[in-house]
């Protein structure tokens, strides 16, 4: 298990208290945990522990192959009558194979009590300084790849840096700082010793309260905990920190070279090298898969594919301890409703007919690959329960000669990883098939929507947007009905059946008991009533020209939609498109709480608290209809998107928001995200169940749902942009043999009205050594997890308690790396396991993002929606919102076929001869520097020069240049490769937009509080020691 650590020896004094909530002498742990959705009482888990998942008994090849013999062996997945063991695709690490015994415990030079005086301990340190960036050493089975070695470049450090500078290599002597800083192996894990000496017990989810006041925690080396200044030494910590270099004794300092720390898209390359444009088949259990942003393609093989299910490690720690000594999270990420290449198999379908799908009889777990079939194929036993099973006589099959069934490769249940069920009338309401679902369109026509353009932006789409219904795969046309609604401070509904001449206008003035005042008409057939529908959509900007009508009512306006679909029994959708805050006298009347004192006090959580009462109920409503609401915002001010949000994010809906919309400006990336929401793959009415093998089970669930037990994750509508992350715990041991297994089975409604059960099964290792666990840990989902569990435990604690948390989970889970896994070294070292060497960066960004960061320049509403935004998303999605792309284009005549090769989100690689193309999967940032070469600029904007590009510039022209065309074609294939519609926008150098742009280059220093990355590697390297000793 030769593994690569990352090292480097930041220049602390001695350990800190404080930093990330640690009372400084780790004593009693806290006595309650603050946050509401947090699990059990302190004693039960520490933060990082999220359960366990369990490998698969058995699984499978895809139906198209024949069976090969590689397919009989021990490592292949099957349905045999007899167990068996697949050896985890990751070979286990024995104390053998690095020909030392492991070390009784870590180095004693850093304990407190013989430590030098913090100056000269720091100055020993400096001195012994050495880095050669982090080499290349062998990897183990599906590792993310490990970064080129740089060559060390040093030089001097800016004037205004953030910590002590380190010295360069010429000053280093053999007793300083331990070994160089290259790449290290890690050691054979020892045993799994105990907790860290008086670590304090975390609540269930991660997020206990910290104990007691601890002074100022945050990031010390810069300007205070997220904003306020820290001058001089800070209360709470034993040691003050050096003020700088002038400080310090010894010879002149230099900077540690960015270069030498782990590099996100150095990573991302190397497994684009190593794993991009081969084919994953997934017939072993707890296999890692290729990064997200890997291009790959997945043959299915008895386990789903990565793009439905991805886990935080794909190897299980056998018991509860385990769990809670290392805390990282034990989590999967499902998307049910994925989107697939084309040059893969979409999901097969599978009719039992009036039977309807085999399960087993006690835990109701559905036929899979990890089912054993016995007694000659009459019996099969369960993967999840080990209950024995009668085979149904109509699907009784014999069994070959190594005990698997002869129909396997036939049939997508034995031999798939995912796959359909046709559900019987058992499985729709009232026992009823049911009808095919409603989209309506909700338009306020208040005074701002007429004026911008909007509304007749709008009818003008529709007209042709809605000849692009989603329809049953092999439909000649979308049985999708659809309904129009306007309103204001009262409603208009519109008759628009096919037989009439004109369409007709029902008012509803009663905005307090609201209903619906036509039933036959409302909801019709596009293609049937599309002549009336047109002429509706002509009369309606006309209609309202004149309005003097500010205010809208919105509540009223949900309550309408959910009643027009339980009138003509289907569930459906509701566009809204809406501009202001509602504040009519009706129900779900709104009042301004945006109070920018609540910033960085312990009431900020107030502001993302949605408005307790008549959403509430609106979103219980919504639910038990199968009703999903889209929310379109178009705000000049604030309309608290923490309340009207929440109904969206509860109903499995999106929110979507242009301030101070104007159409020639934000017209077409409007127009762009409404196509995208119209025509996407999805079902409705759904829920989902997540069944484990015994020894583990799911105990938390974040997304956009709704949960009225523990067990059933109700989702009125799931599309294929939405996830749901789901968290495991244990509940016994887990045995290493069967792994452990997981089954994901979605229950929804087709937009053609059929009933399905859509299956994922997943299984993976587990193992009684950390190592392991370790070397299967995927960063990107681990950071889709932790962002959810912090955005959700935001509005019960402070936000600086959640910052602190994250930041000791952190620490926590890399010290526990060191401690038990690495081989020893001097303690003055960071060592990262390979598999998670860029997670700090990560992590860093997420400390950093709108929603963790109060600032009076970042709005409540914009904070607000990036917390709804990313508790729905997905792994890729997640991972490059805390990682954007940056993206050189200055050569853009060089450029192939692909997109340019991405460089570090860093101002250090911006050049002021430079074009940089920055996304993040929301937003597209295209950043020019001052000396751009006059040719380029000619060739994209049809100016001579950067200074005649004007500030207001909001779209780059397409020109007949060659290089305006390959500009045009990269930013197009940018856009496909993303859900989310992304808005461009030109930044000059140094113009007022730029420091939009420098928002978003996360290895920097924060401009609204946040540490660079340099510094949070040295905080969390400071933490690590002060666990570790």
Known sequence: MSQQGYVATPPYSQAQAGMGGYPSGFGAPPSQPLYGHYGPPPQSYPSGQLGALKSPASSASALPPSPSPAQFSPNGLQNGAHSQRF????????????????????????????????????????????????????????????????????????????????????????????????????????????????????????????????????????????????????????????????????????KLDPDSIPSTTQVIEDDQTKRGGQVYTTNLRGQVPPLVTTDFVVQDQGNASPRYMRCTTYSFPCTADQAKQCQVPLATIIKPFATIPKNETPLYLVNHGETGPIRCNRCKAYMCPFMQFIEGGRRYQCGFCSCVNEVPAFYFQHLDHIGRRVDFYERPELSLGSYEFTATVEYCKNKKPPNPPAFIFMIDVSYTNIKSGLVKLVCEELKTLLNQLPREEGAESSSVKVGFVTYNKILHFYNVKSALAQPQMMVVSDVVEMFVPLLDGLLVNFQESQSVINNLLDQIPDMFADTNESETVLAPVIQAGVEALKAAECSGKLFIFHSSMPTVEAPGKLKNRDDKKLLN??????????????????????????????????????????????????????????????????????????????????????????????GFRATDFFGAIHMNNTTDVEMAAVDSDKAVTVEFKHDDVLAEDTGALIQCALLYTTVGGQRRLRIHNLGVNCSSQLADLYKSCETDALINFLAKSAYRAMVNQPLKTVRDILVKQTA??????????????????????????????????????????????????????????????????????????????????????????????????????????????????????????????????????????????????????????????????????????????????????????RQHLVEDKGLHGGASYMDFLCNVHREIRQLLT
């Open 87 to 254: 050896p985890p695709p990751i070979s286990t690490p024995s104390v053998s194979q690095y020909g030392q015994p492991p070390p009784a415990m870590f180095p004693t030079s850093a304990s407190p009590a013989q430590a030098p005086h913090p100056t000269q301990q720091l100055t020993n340190q400096l001195s012994g300084m050495q880095i050669s960036g982090y080499g290349h050493t062998p990897l183990q089975g599906p590792q993310s790849p490990s970064s080129s070695a740089v060559p060390p470049a040093f030089h001097p450090p800016p004037p205004a840096m953030g910590h002590p500078p380190l010295m360069s290599p010429g000053a280093s002597s053999p007793m300083g700082a331990g070994p160089n800083m290259g790449a290290m192996t890690t050691a054979p894990p020892m045993g799994a010793p105990g907790p860290f000496p008086g670590q304090p017990h975390l609540g269930g989810g991660g997020f206990p309260q910290p104990p007691g006041p601890a002074g100022p925690q945050g990031f010390p080396t810069q300007q205070g905990a997220y904003g306020g200044q820290m001058a001089g030494p800070q209360p709470g910590f034993p040691g003050t920190f050096p003020g700088g270099a002038s400080q310090m004794a010894g010879p002149p300092q230099k």
């Open 601 to 694: 006090t312990d009431k900020e959580k107030t502001l993302f608290q949605p408005q307790k009462g008549v959403y509430e109920q609106l979103v219980q409503d919504c639910v038990s209809s199968g009703c999903c609401v889209d929310l379109f915002l178009f705000p000049s001010q604030y309309v608290d998107v923490a309340t009207m949000g929440s109904v969206s994010l509860h109903t499995g809906g999106s929110v979507y928001k242009y301030s101070n919309f104007q159409v020639p400006v934000d017209g077409d990336n409007f127009l762009r995200d409404l196509r995208g929401d119209v025509e996407k793959p999805i079902g409705f009415d759904s829920i989902m169940r997540v069944r484990t093998s015994t």
């Open 812 to 997: 926590h889970m890399l010290a526990c790396y060191r401690k038990n896994c690495a081989n020893p070294s001097a303690v003055s070292q960071l060592i990262l396991p390979d598999a998670m060497k860029v997670f700090p960066v990560y992590m860093n960004s997420l400390l950093k993002s709108p929603a963790l960061v109060g600032s009076v320049e970042l709005s409540t509403d914009d904070r607000a929606l990036h917390r709804l935004m990313v508790t729905t998303m997905g792994v890729e999605d997640t991972q490059v919102l805390f990682y954007p792309r940056l993206i050189p284009l200055h050569n853009i005549e060089a450029v192939g076929e692909g997109l340019p090769v991405a460089v570090r989100c860093s101002e250090e690689r911006l050049s002021e001869g430079g074009l940089f193309l920055l996304e993040n999967g929301r937003l597209l940032l295209l950043w020019l520097g001052e000396a751009c070469p006059p040719e380029l600029i000619q060739s994209l904007f049809n100016v001579p020069s950067f200074a005649h590009i004007g500030s207001e510039v909001s779209s780059l022209p397409e020109l007949d240049s060659p290089q305006s065309k390959k500009l045009q074609s990269i930013i197009k294939r940018v856009r496909e490769q993303r859900s989310h519609s992304m808005k461009l926008l030109i930044v000059k150098q140094k113009d007022r937009l730029e420091t939009l742009f």
